[in-house]
């Protein structure tokens, strides 16, 4: 699919869609929570938490959906054995975990881009803590047999922190206690984000600054009702919208959320925006934008839309920790690169960093290269592009954000 994005006013109300990281969490938990119902208000029906449904429900899990919320009654009594993920890494490895509390082979696979991304870090951690686990030459399917039996495990946390929130959901349900000593994690919000939710479900989980995991077995997960939050990640793009193009008030937002791209704020202050914080959420309004530096160790996601805002900072910003996006949906260092030095914008990599300065933007024809935050990066460019942006492939903002080009619009975006 084709949209064409015009140079745009923005100035517009909107609401964030709710959280897919939560979602998913959620509806893993509702299945962990044994027979009980659990009730998710403000649901996300993004392609992401849909597949996850669908892996619930392969799992032994009930989900019966409603526009307003969704009801998981959970237990795992694995119905198939095979789990499409979809294009989901956040379902294939946080349900790796959990497909290892059972005795049987259970196949987690999805679709082209996903068979893509690495999965080696969930091989080592999976046999060390008693399950037999193997990937495909490094990569989706991923075959794993339980049950866990606990114990003691090294768990790599370099390229992704996802396997590491699908054992700390998995492994107190155990009868044995476990540790994990993590190696070199990243995306640590994330973490915070599952311990959070586990500790309002009644598990306890102690560690040593982030390094080292005590999970105590035999514990219960008990959810009940939980209202999913709304999504910073998917907010960015509005937020850096209102800084290019006119002013936007985006509601729905957790102030003190634990999700690492509530640092959009900090950024876009830096980048000398006009940003009011508000109790649910942040107005942002356009200013004389300068250049700004981040580093993206804990916030992958963000890089998208702060390219966005970068190209039209006046200086050169600079990202650091770019190499570990190589292995999202797409080659995300090297797709900003590319599809922004199309637009006109000046974009140099060497080595984990990156650097844009800030100019016009020409406007011209890009491909979101099946990547969901690269066409939304893209068309939030185009607001200011001297002629209009046509991106190719997105459809893809349906992974995690379905209605974002219906919300430009709704803020004054021009999209056809």
């Known amino acids: 699919m084709r949209k064409l994005v015009r140079r745009s006013r923005i100035d517009g109300d909107v609401a964030a869609p709710p959280s897919k990281s939560v979602m998913v969490r959620l509806l893993a938990a509702g299945l962990l929570a044994g027979p009980d119902e659990t009730t998710i208000e ?10 996850a449904m669908r892996v619930v429900q392969a799992m032994g899990g009930t989900v019966h959906a409603t526009p307003d919320r969704v009801v998981v009654t959970g237990g ?6 095979v789990l499409d993920c979809g294009e989901s890494g956040l379902c294939l490895r946080m349900f790796t975990a959990i497909a290892a509390l059972t005795s049987d082979e259970i196949t987690l696979t999805g679709n082209d881009a ?17 399950a037999t686990c193997r990937t495909t030459a490094g990569h989706p399917p991923v075959i794993v047999k339980g049950p866990f039996s606990g114990g003691e495990a090294l768990v790599d946390g370099r390229l992704s922190s996802q396997f590491l929130s699908g054992l700390l959901l998995a492994l107190p349900l155990i009868e044995a206690n476990s540790t994990l000593t993590v190696r070199g994690l990243t995306s640590r919000p994330y973490v915070n984000l599952t311990l959070g939710l586990l500790s309002r479900f009644g598990v306890t989980v102690e560690h040593e600054d982030h390094h080292r995991f005590f999970v105590p077995g035999g ?7 939980h209202r999913v939050e709304g999504d910073w990640s998917a907010a ?3 937020l850096v919208l209102g800084a290019l193009g006119g002013r936007i008030r985006v509601s729905g937002l957790d102030p003190d959320s634990v999700q690492a791209d509530r640092r959009v704020l900090d950024v876009l202050e830096e980048a000398n925006a006009s940003v009011r914080r508000l109790p649910d959420g942040a107005e942002v309004s356009e200013s004389d934008l300068r250049a700004f530096s981040f580093d993206l160790t804990h916030a992958p996601d963000l890089l998208p839309p702060l390219a966005a805002l970068a190209s039209r900072c006046e200086g050169t910003s600079t990202f650091h920790g770019v190499e570990r996006l190589r292995t999202k949906e797409c080659d995300r260092t090297d797709v900003v690169a590319s599809e922004l030095t199309s637009l006109g914008v000046r974009v140099e990599v060497d080595g984990d960093t990156m650097s844009i300065r800030g100019g016009p933007v020409t406007g011209g024809e890009v491909r979101a290269h099946g990547d969901h935050r690269i066409a ?11 002629e ?10 349906v992974k995690s954000y379905p209605g974002f080009f219906e919300d430009l619009a709704t803020v004054g975006g021009h999209v056809a």
């Not at 514990?219 to 009702?225: A, F, K, L, P, T």
């Not at 209009?388 to 903002?397: D, L, N, Q, R």
């Open 114 to 130: 996903l068979l893509r991304r690495p999965a080696t870090a969930v091989e080592a951690p999976s046999e060390m803590l008693g």
């Open 42 to 51: 403000n649901p996300s029906f993004c392609g992401d938490a849909t597949s």
């Open 236 to 238: 960015a793009f509005l």
């Open 376 to 386: 939304m990066a893209l068309a939030t460019a185009g607001v200011t592009a001297g």
């Open 219 to 225: 514990q219960r997960i008990v959810v009940g009702e």
């Open 388 to 397: 209009p942006v046509g991106i190719e492939g997105t459809e893809h903002v």
């Open 76 to 81: 795992i009594a694995p119905r198939e054995r």
